[in-house]
């Protein structure tokens, strides 16, 4: 069809929204068939900065980009929006508490979330970026409470592919032979990536390794902390490849995982794998016709238990934290 797709993206004059934006507008999200329109959120001051990536976006000529809006008022930019990438966020400043960071961004995404429920489209989908993202998505999700929670997501998918990335070095294989890599719990240090029902060559990955301690204290860790060591060598935070993360979450959200693969994204729990109803916490996710589905029947080993359940406690956490705050 010609109708342009609605993307609204928050954050777009920062780091991954100059990132984002191009790959978005040459369409790399819905394929060069799909006209997009973007819907650009900044706060007022760097409305100015955002004009200026709006000249560039303009001097690319993409021929997919059907139009730009922007502005500082949620419920005038969501308008219409088929997708929300809420990549905007408060960042951890210095001597700042996880209660004052999760108080911030409340003041950021519980506004947000009830303008998407107001102005919206119908089908939105909406994708948190802005950390601590599961827990933004919660609030989000938590007000806006006419659009299906299953439309609410965080994004793991930069874990997921870092999980890739690190798999394929070890084992000296290219990353197209590596299939069902799963994220669990929080995108933070207490992450569990998980080799256990991945495959290498359609062999078990843990198997292929072999190597537990490698497992435990290199892979896991390199995945979880590999955000510190980008700001370690770059002197800032990823940021086109958390870019690259969320066209890949958002894309296969919509246009659907091919056969006999699965992705991580973190949707709202019903329960599976003992993690509690209603958290958004990373799981193996199947697509199909614009709807995830959590892989079932998966067997969890003590070893992998314990690691999901630490960092579904963290998560846990910290939805007690933001409903004490009055943000859910
Ligand atoms: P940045 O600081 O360069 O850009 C953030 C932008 O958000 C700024 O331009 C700021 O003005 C804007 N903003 C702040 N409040 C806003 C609001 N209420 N409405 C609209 N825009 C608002 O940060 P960067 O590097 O682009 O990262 C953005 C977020 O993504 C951060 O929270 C970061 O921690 C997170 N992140 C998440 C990853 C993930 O895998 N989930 C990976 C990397 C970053």
Redesign the pocket.
């Given at each position: 069809s010609t109708t342009p797709v609605k993307v609204a993206v928050?954050?777009?004059?920062?780091?991954?929204?100059?990132s984002l934006l191009f790959r978005i507008a040459s369409g790399a999200l819905f394929g060069k068939d799909t006209p997009v329109e973007l819907r650009l959120?900044?706060?007022t001051?760097?409305l100015k900065?955002?004009e200026g990536v709006v000249m560039e976006l303009d001097d690319c000529a993409f021929p997919t980009l059907a139009g730009v809006e922007i502005g500082?008022d949620?419920n005038v930019v969501f308008a219409g929006a088929n997708h929300a990438l809420l990549?905007?966020?408060?960042?951890r400043g210095p001597g700042m508490e996880r209660g004052d960071l999760l108080e911030a961004n409340g003041?950021?995404f519980a506004?947000?979330g009830k303008a998407l429920n107001e102005v919206a489209a119908d089908d939105i989908k909406v994708t948190?970026?802005?950390?601590p993202?599961n827990t933004n998505a919660l609030i989000a999700m938590s007000n806006a409470p006419d659009i299906p929670q299953e439309r609410f997501s965080?994004?793991?998918?930069?874990?997921h592919n870092r999980a890739i990335s690190q798999l394929s070095t070890k084992l000296d294989v290219p990353v197209t032979e590596i299939r069902k890599m799963t994220i669990w719990g929080n995108?933070s240090a207490t992450q569990y990536p998980d080799l256990f029902h991945a495959e290498v060559g359609g062999k078990n990955a843990a198997e292929a390794v072999g190597d537990q301690d490698w497992l435990e204290n290199t892979f896991i860790p390199t995945v979880a902390k590999r955000?510190a060591a980008i700001i370690e060598a770059r002197g800032?935070?990823?940021?086109a490849?958390?870019a690259s993360?969320?066209i890949d979450h958002a894309r296969d959200w919509t246009l659907g995982t091919p056969d006999g693969d699965w992705v991580s994204m973190a949707v709202p729990s019903d329960g599976s794998y003992d993690v509690p109803e209603g958290l958004i916490s990373s799981f193996p996710v199947t697509v199909k016709d614009g709807q995830w589905s959590i892989v079932q029947g998966l067997e969890i080993d003590d070893f992998s238990r314990g690691k999901i359940e630490a960092t579904v406690a963290e998560l846990a956490e910290e939805r007690e934290a933001v409903k004490g705050l009055g943000l859910i």
């Open positions: 928050t954050g777009a004059a920062g780091q991954i929204g100059y959120l900044e706060i001051p760097a900065a955002l500082d949620p990549v905007g966020a408060r960042p003041g950021i506004p947000q948190v970026t802005g950390n993202a965080a994004l793991t998918r930069l874990d995108h955000g800032a935070s990823s940021a490849s958390a993360a969320t």
